[in-house]
Nanobody
Framework: VQLQASGGGLVQAGHSLRLSCVGS????????VAWFRQAPGKEREFVAA????????EAAGSVKGRFTISRHNAKNSLYLLMDSLKPEDTGVYYC???????????????WGQGTQVTVSS
């Protein structure tokens, strides 16, 4: 079972990035899926999640209106479109799959390896 995240990089503030996460050995359409991030010296925090139904979403207040989470069940994938990036969005972004509360990291039993996002001012 593996979640493979990709799409991170170095961008200037105000620009966009799209993260992708592909599942293998795991059928993602049976799970809620989410993105979390961890900045240097800080704890991992919730970014956004989308329920197994593909309709219900939840996002952290700091990214609402800028980040959009989506999923493509046929491709066993989830995505995070990040617009209007800010330096404080810098961190390692992790995808996750699980059941239960959308914003609670404890609800997710499967985690990707993370992809680095760096936003310069």
């Amino acid at each position: 079972v593996q979640l493979q995240a990709s799409g991170g990089g170095l961008v200037q503030a105000g620009h966009s990035l799209r993260l992708s996460c592909v599942g293998s050995g795991l059928t993602l359409n049976a799970y809620n899926v989410a993105w979390f991030r961890q900045a240097p010296g800080k704890e991992r925090e919730f970014v956004a999640a989308i329920k197994w139904d593909g309709v219900t979403t939840e996002a952290a207040g700091s990214v609402k209106g800028r980040f959009t989470i989506s999923r493509h069940n046929a491709k066993n994938s989830l995505y995070l479109l990040m617009d209007s990036l800010k330096p404080e969005d810098t961190g390692v972004y992790y995808c996750a799959a699980g059941v239960g509360s959308l914003s609670d990291s404890g609800s997710y039993g499967y985690w990707g390896q993370g992809t680095q996002v760096t936003v310069s001012s």
